[in-house]
């Protein structure tokens, strides 16, 4: 384990301007393409993170919201695969562990978000296939470099102020794939299921927003303090 007790300033996370740029280009994507399927027609008006009354892939498959998703969403996939590229060499100076995996993890990520964007709004069954496995591995593969990351920070003495917030983060996204596996085997009605799946599926992608939102902050608090950590 390594111990960083003196007084010499920790190495610092990357920029703030990339991970807050991975923050903000989903979520605006996401939203502006709810908004654009309710006002044409596509999609009932609602709030779909309470009401569960659509997907994140319905609001973001047709017309205008279809458009905005990709021309936002291709760019905040490359962003993404270059912020876990860029985190794997900071977290390697400021805990000693090897974190070649989370880049790697955070590169497939970002592919298969990419490989999700791209065929979104497309037709059969292949195409369904490619969407469900693309944002799945997103999902999961963003999942487990935060557990490197989290695993990494554990290491330093003192602890990272980053630490707690992405801990409460990765709950959270663990509590919504617990709740998920519970849905598909609980819930029988598939309306009912379907509501249920589109309400975590937005969650999730809120959670998501804040642990990059996190990593931002980290970002800005080192660079006025010239210290990442608790004091």
């Known amino acids: 384990m390594r111990h960083d007790d003196g007084p010499g300033p920790k190495p610092r996370p990357p920029c703030g301007w990339l991970p807050l740029s991975c923050a903000l280009l989903p979520f605006l994507a996401g939203h502006l393409a709810l908004y654009l399927s309710i006002r044409d027609g596509w999609v009932p008006a609602c709030l779909p993170h309470l009401e569960g009354c659509t997907s994140i892939s319905r609001a973001a498959r047709h017309g205008w919201g279809n458009g905005a998703f990709k021309a936002l969403m291709a760019p905040a996939a490359l962003l993404q695969g270059l912020f ?49 496995y693309g944002i799945t591995v997103y999902f999961g593969g963003t999942f487990l470099a935060l557990m490197q990351v989290l695993r990494g920070v554990a290491r330093v003495r003192p602890r990272p102020a980053m630490a707690r917030p992405l801990q409460g983060v990765a709950l959270g996204m663990l509590a919504l794939g617990v709740a998920s596996v519970a849905v598909s085997a609980l819930v029988s009605d598939p309306v009912t299921r379907d509501q249920w799946e589109n309400r975590l599926e937005w969650q999730l992608g809120l959670w998501l927003t804040a642990m990059f939102g996190v990593f931002a902050w980290a970002c800005r608090r080192a660079r006025s303090s010239a210290v990442v950590g608790g004091r």
Do not use: D
């Open 84 to 132: 876990w590229w860029r985190i794997a060499p900071w977290l390697n100076r400021l805990s000693g562990a090897r974190a070649r995996s989370v880049a790697w993890l955070g590169l497939l990520a970002a592919a298969f978000l990419l490989l999700y964007v791209g065929f979104l709004g497309s037709e059969g069954g292949i195409y369904r296939l490619l969407r469900r």
